[in-house]
């Protein structure tokens, strides 16, 4: 039976029972696995740091654990730990090459991109398949240096988790990404307009409707949101007048 542990023991908290000297030795062990993680992924490339698919997210949890365990625990040694990260980093390299050469098994163990916009208006049940809600999106895309849905052609995100953009040779008028109320500290705000042109979007997909819509309180017919805002030129556009 394990001895009874004493609470707030400051020395088992903070040195443990082990011998003093074996602080020496962690150190002295981390350098050594530490060195060797190291040779590991230089060797993985370039690829395999670039992004963070299914199987590297597995590679960075997998190693995580091998190298943390032999790094202070003293019954883990060195070599058993540098067989696992070998071998973790042997399949690894095994899967990137099969990745590379197969389509068939890229998409099997990356998974496929997904459209999130199409002619300036996100796709609600594209967004459900990653379990994305539609403010997550709108942040994505103004990461991607996106100021309004009407600057798109299409989105995808990526199975490594990027957001492709692929713009509109002429923008049209489109739901803002950009209005006060994503902002903690949003400027003084007038009363919204809700149409321009006989036309309105929806503040949740940006769909463009007939302004009616909004006298009738109809549903948004592609996602069901009851959000309106007034579409906006992109500032990349000039509207024809």
């Known amino acids: 039976m394990d001895p009874q542990v004493i609470p707030l023991d400051l020395a088992r908290m903070f040195l443990g029972d082990q011998p003093p000297l074996f602080y020496a030795e962690i150190v002295i062990r981390t350098l050594i696995i530490y060195g060797y993680a190291l040779l590991m992924i230089r060797w993985i490339g370039g690829r395999g740091i670039a992004q963070l698919s299914m199987v590297e997210f597995l590679l960075v949890i997998a190693l995580g654990s091998a190298v943390g365990d032999a790094m202070f ?7 058993a730990a540098m067989a696992v990260i070998t071998v973790v980093v042997g399949v690894n390299k095994v899967l990137d090459r099969l990745i590379v050469r197969s389509d068939r098994a890229k998409r099997v163990l990356d998974g496929r991109p997904v459209a999130l916009v199409r002619d300036g208006r996100i796709l609600p049940d594209a967004a459900a398949h990653r379990d994305l809600g539609r403010a997550e999106i709108k942040s994505m895309l103004r990461l991607a240096g996106v100021a309004n849905l009407g600057e798109l ?3 995808f995100l990526e199975a490594g988790g990027g957001v492709s953009v692929f713009r509109r040779p002429h923008p049209v008028p489109g739901l803002s990404l950009l209005p006060p109320d994503h902002l903690v500290n949003p400027g003084p705000e007038d009363a919204r307009t809700l149409a321009v042109d006989g036309q309105t979007c929806c503040g949740l997909c940006g769909a463009l ?5 909004i006298a009738t309180r109809a549903p948004c017919p592609e996602c069901g949101g009851r959000d309106w805002l007034a579409p906006e030129w992109p500032e990349t556009a000039q509207p024809n007048r």
Request: no cysteine; hydrophobic share 55%.
């Open 73 to 79: 625990y003293p019954d883990v040694p060195l070599l």
């Open 153 to 155: 052609r299409a989105a």
């Open 209 to 213: 409707v007939g302004a009616q819509i």
